[in-house]
């Protein structure tokens, strides 16, 4: 619904001026829109980001290659694991470096573990933009406790996690990590179930979310929209299929399809992906072999950071991080320290469509539109 | 149990014969209209305290957590906690805001929340004045409050504050009239505004809300109620995720807090109402009747929670969708419906007005079609 | 139909509300200060250093690897000398900053002396943020014991790792003299 002049009323209206951010309670973070709103709707708006810049590239360039790994957590603070992956598979790529078939597994494990957490999240904070009162975000948390428990049990911390290493993993699992991981993923369709029933087919949210925020298959290939939000506008794009990284060729799973690309598409989109990696954890549980963690290579980068040098060249390792394509850029000049370091952040890409997607919806949708999105400021600002 | 149930009337009674022996029999009326006045003042902050209290333990075990437990047993305590931070908190006052509306706006909004309880019958005798237009008097002052939050909203010369302040105005011209025109089948039925009056009529088990047009009237009542008072679906004046905090996005301290009084004074004297008008008021077997009142109300008040503690919030288009297409053609068939019932004899004419009601329903839900969401289905992508 | 998905998201708030109070899976909440969830063995907190049996003798020898290694560069090590000014393989200042450090456990992976863990204390509130937060070397001491304690299973591994060590190390200063 593109607003034009002619809809306007015919006596004489101001637009109004708002600055929605950043202290806003729905701009998820310091995050500012400065929208034009002629009544409710908006005309035009105006995103403003880099409050929360905290020059983690240029850091990460003045840092051996293994110091940067607990920068990466804080890039995206909700999926620390699948930033220390994609970050991981980047320098094993410059480095050549195998990764023992044990320690795939394992982070297969973790990245749709955080994929859970991620969704969860999301969902709920999703439905506190609506105006819910806090009640599907604290079931959110309710489930995301009980798989942060397990982070914090095998890498010592919830969120923060810096579990990955070069070659592998920091730390084996926990003797009791596979069946407690296995209670939570039977018990996980269960409370999905549940949300579903409060949330999917209620009518209020149906009638807030849908055709609302409509994202054009081809606008969304264009703007380089990534991840569930590309999916949910039709195009089957999944990187865990395309590239088939790590392991993930082995794993059996289907990639849902939106056909609108609106909110409630978005929205559902993430409640069937989670379902998938329920599919994945299944199976990589079941599948998990005995042997090394880490790799005998890699772990000279883990003990003595100042003796891994990578050979000189450049990598491009990406993943399909819960928001979207996480892709890490490197050169290596053949020292301690990388040459160049560049983030390519699923959130910051996904947001750059927001204005195309909110003209001409009320104020209402715009906030929910930049729910739907999922960002992290972390990852947007860096 | 008569004393047990006529235990207010008769304190009230007995207080006046004691006062009579010293005070000149003129004065009576006065001293008669001031503690009647002072029961309410006291019972109205008081209500507003622990409905607050209510809310956030019962939303708080909705989302399997204690709600407040810390200050006293069960967090009894609490909303005197509250009470004491809000008087001893600093009172900001934008600089460019226009002051006195500013500083009248909170004051004035509690002054109809506490007139309401005037007419709300609270037991078999137990109404302050048995006003013969006592749901006229109800509706008229129940909808002031919007114009003191628009007051509110513009005294404060915030952009946030505006616009909330304009929904609040949209949002009562729209829900202002199916609340009227739901109460319109049972002043046909009763033949008088009087609260006293349409309970009394209600005696026994003839309550209103256990014929046909009863309970299309009471949910449309009930739901515009919530309207009225600002409460979850419909809150979008304060529409905390949107809009900051709405109208009172610039209050703090206790000019915040009695905003927050008059809306739950406002939640519970309709929820009163809307007991009174469809769910017999006091009437009830057993209990002394000031106990089936507050049964009820409280009923009603739990619900409106309940709602809080469910459902996301509609946006300014729908929500006035939903009060033109949707609930003013349902009373004003509701109207239509009752009147039948009325006119017809009585084992037939609660099948009649039921058929036409469900008649009714099905052309409204056929008309509003378009607009009703529909679930989807979706597909994969790389079957397996 | 209409209002049906209303109804079936009040039935599962319903049902929360009214489990909250019969089942635990349904009132999450931990009552922080009386009670705790039960500290899991590989949490990471702020850092400490150890010591053997006496607070005098650290396994710290002040080689300046977790200083480098620091990715926040929180921790200050100056090595100290004896009366004639040779250095001595003991820290004479070892600071951490906690008001820097990111709890990312660096530190104890690069350690080839296992002399610097992770603690669990986290109850450490300070009411300055300069100088309060700046942990000294006494502050930071903490017996082999304690470790023990918190950590069980790496305690186990980290001093058969060492007693191997000085079973190796030993023999050839003790030979000559016997």
Redesign the interface.
Known sequence: MQYELKDAPAFETQT???SLGPQ???THGVFRMNVV?DG?TIVKLKPVMGYLHRNHEKLAEN??W??????T?RLDYICSMTNNFAYALAVEKLANLEVPERAQYIRVIMAELTRLVNHTLLIGFL?????????PV??AF?ER?KIL?LF??????RM?C?YLRFGGV??DL?SDFIPRARQIINKYPKFLD?FE????????????C?NVGVLPKELAINAGISGPML?ASGV?Y?IR?VDGYSIYNRF????????KGDV??RY??RI?EMRESIKILDQAIKEIPDGEFITKEGGVG?????NFKPPKGDAYGRIEAPKGELGFYLVSDGTVKPYRYHVRPPSFINLTILEDMCLGQ????A?IILGSIDIVLGEVDR | METIDQAFVLGKRAALNWMSAFLPDWTMVFVSIIISATAIVIFGPVTMMYLTWFERKLVGRIQNRFGPNRVGPWGLLQPIADGIKMLTKEDIVPEHADKFAHFLAPVVIVIPALLIFSVVPFGRGMVAVDLSIGILFFLALSSTTTIWIFVASWGSRNKFSLLGGMRSVAQMISYEIPMVLSVVPVLLVVGSFSTVSIVEAQSGWNWFIFTPWGIAGFLVFFLTGVAEVNRTPFDLPEGESEIVAGFHTEYSGMKFALFYMAEFMNAFSISGIVATAYLGGWQGPWLPSWAWFFIKTYALVFVMMWFRGTFPRLRVDQLMGFAWKVLLPLTLANIFIAALWLNLESPKNNLISALVLVAIVTIIYWANRPEVPKKRIYRYAYED | MFGLGVLKGMWVTFKNFVLSYFSKDHLVTVQYPEEKIPEKERFRNFPFLIYDDKPEDLRCVSCDICAKECPPKCITIVRDSDAQGKPLKRPKVFDIDFSICMNCGICEEVCPFDAIFMDHEFEIAEFGRFEDLNYHKEDLLKSNEYFAKIRPQDVARIDAKRREKTKKTEPPQTTPTT
Do not use: C, W
């Open positions: 109004l001026e708002v806003h309670p729905s709103l409710e840092m051996t293994l110091g940067s790994m607990p920068y957590d439905l506190n933009d609506l105006g819910a009162f806090f009640t604290l079931y309710r406790e428990d914090e049990a095998v890498a010592g911390s923060m810096n920091k730390v926990t549940e029933k409060l949330l999917s087919e209620n009518e209020i949210l149906m009638a807030r849908q999916r089957p999944d299929k059996k799973f289907r990639v849902p399809i939106g056909e409630y598409d559902y989109v069937l883990a003990r003595a950071p100042r009320k104020v209402a949708d906030i």
